[in-house]
């Protein structure tokens, strides 16, 4: 009998997508309207991935999205964790 891991091949969907290619949406509407459907299909659809960047090059983790306005996303992180700090040293501008 056949591993699931070797069924990955088989697990590949499309993502092709008039929407994602052409958006006619300002960007944190768009957001919104993939967050909205994909809250019908996966588990924790406001898990995101920050990306941040220090000396030794850039490091990721995976977030939870708790908020979304004009002024963009939103997220908790603690200050003194090297994630917090490499925001702080280098915070995105508007």
């Known amino acids: ?7 990955l091949p088989q697990t590949r ?7 994602f290619e052409h958006p006619d949406a300002a960007p944190l509407d768009l957001l919104r309207r993939w967050y909205d459907e994909a809250a019908d299909h996966v588990r924790e659809p406001n898990a995101m991935t920050v990306s941040t960047l ?3 090059g850039p490091s990721s983790r ?6 979304l306005d ?3 996303l939103l997220f908790f992180t603690d ?5 917090g700090r ?3 040293a280098t915070p995105a501008s508007p």
């Open 86 to 88: 490499q925001l702080q």
């Open 54 to 56: 220090d000396e030794w």
């Open 62 to 67: 995976i977030v939870l999205l708790k908020g």
């Open 13 to 19: 969907k499309s993502y092709d997508s008039a929407v």
């Open 79 to 83: 200050y003194d964790s090297a994630k």
């Open 1 to 7: 009998m056949s591993e699931p891991v070797d069924r």
């Open 70 to 72: 004009e002024r963009g």
